[in-house]
């Protein structure tokens, strides 16, 4: 790989680590953060751990997979990884996952696989969280690269190309890869895959054919599983806001509350589950592979893996039943999870704080949180052929 081409955007070299370390552990700012998470390493301790980091692989292995770990158990009630018959350990792929939250969707993923003995992938992630120079250090010492966003005009197919052909370059070298399936989280949990994401992976690229453009990257499409989304009510007022104020868009400081809140926010129970490869499924589908001609279809098969394979639990059923006015039978929940998901949803929208001048609309804000919590179970029975009233029927 042609590390000059992409050093705008890929993880650190094995040559950078130490002094990206150096740099990073005499930034007061970050110990003071450090030393607010309380986690078992002393600030001592942890500079003689990273002295002994190498790679960036040593940084996830030695560093940040205990920090992962610690907001699991602090976070989370429990935290699985399902599926890992669809792949082989020692091979690489391109994880593509629907998206929550937005940093522990692939964090959870990288520990989850390694501790199985896998590879862990490099992590896409938008440049427009990089609110400090040291974040983007951080990240790219932590096997991230980077997409380019708010770009103009040629700027954005070269970003697109640059990344496309680093991807591609990675695959080659036996790397595994991350990417969320669009730009920026769902906010109403309906997941689906962009296009525009497939056809910028096919960029880098010699055919111009869609699914033969994307086979060497090996596509798996990931299903992740939140009980509780920390952020559910931040999606929920940015979408008021959205309807209130023309033309309103999130400030750097709201992509900050929403790290700090998605990673230190209760999550209950979270669950991973690893598809089938993309080429098998195309493959068993019975279907010639000239009927993928177009990242429209593509999409969609990726989706209805993604979407067959969602962890559900009360507060989705609960949720749909409250929008539908009446008690479906998908789900026998208890009255008890129907009184703690009514006081959850209460709750959630007490958290909203909107602009001045903007009054909260429980009633829109409510319909939000319940389709968010909803709509996963709608995906899951359109994706097995179910749909709602046959369901119900």
């Known amino acids: 790989m042609d ?12 040559e950078e680590v130490q002094e ?16 607010s998470l309380h986690l078992d390493q002393s600030w001592d301790e942890l500079l003689q751990v990273l002295a002994t980091c190498r790679c960036v692989e040593d940084f996830k292995l030695k560093v940040s997979s205990h920090w992962v770990k610690h907001i699991m158990h602090q976070c989370c009630s429990s935290v699985e990884l399902t599926g890992l018959e669809h792949i082989a350990k020692e091979e690489a792929y391109t994880y593509i996952s629907n998206h929550r939250d937005i940093i522990l969707d692939s964090a959870f993923l ?11 992938p490099e992590i896409a992630i938008g440049d427009n969280l990089m609110l400090y120079p040291w974040i983007e250090i951080l990240v790219k010492l932590n096997g991230s690269f980077l997409v380019r966003r708010n770009l103009q005009g040629r700027e954005v197919l070269l970003a697109a190309r640059l990344l496309s052909e680093y991807m591609h ?28 994401l497939l056809k910028m992976l096919a960029l880098g690229a010699k055919s111009r054919h869609p699914l033969e453009a994307l086979t060497p990257l090996r596509i798996v499409p990931v299903t992740c599983s939140y009980e509780y ?54 493959a068993s589908s019975g279907s010639k ?45 208890t009255a008890e999870e129907e ?17 001045d001048g903007v009054t909260p609309d429980r009633a829109f804000l409510r319909q939000c949180l319940l389709t ?22």
């Open 3 to 14: 590390l000059k081409k992409y050093e705008s955007i890929r993880p650190l070299a094995p």
């Open 20 to 35: 990206a370390i150096q740099f990073l552990t005499s930034l007061e700012p970050l110990r003071a953060i450090y030393e």
């Open 110 to 120: 990288n520990v989850l696989l390694a501790d199985k003995g896998a590879k862990f």
């Open 169 to 196: 370059d990675a695959i080659a070298e036996e790397k595994s890869l991350w990417i969320a399936q669009r730009e920026g989280r769902s906010k109403d949990s309906t997941d689906k895959t962009q296009p525009a």
């Open 229 to 282: 989304d920390p952020c559910d009510y931040l999606k929920a007022q940015e979408m008021q806001h959205k309807r209130d104020i023309e033309g309103f868009k999130k400030s750097p400081a709201d992509d900050g509350i929403n790290m700090r809140t998605g990673l230190f926010g209760w999550k209950g129970r979270v669950s991973f589950h690893i598809g089938r490869p993309l080429n098998e499924l195309i």
């Open 289 to 333: 592979s000239e009927a993928y001609d177009t990242p429209e279809v593509i999409a969609a098969r990726i989706d209805k893996e993604i979407h067959s394979n969602y962890k559900l639990y009360p507060i989705n059923y609960i949720a749909l039943d409250q929008l539908e006015g009446k008690k479906l039978g998908l789900y026998n929940y």
């Open 339 to 355: 009184a703690k998901t009514f006081e959850y949803i209460e709750s959630r929208i007490d958290l909203v704080e909107l602009q």
């Open 372 to 393: 968010m919590y909803a709509n996963p179970v709608r995906s899951l029975l359109q994706a097995k052929g179910e749909g709602l009233e046959s369901s119900i029927g």
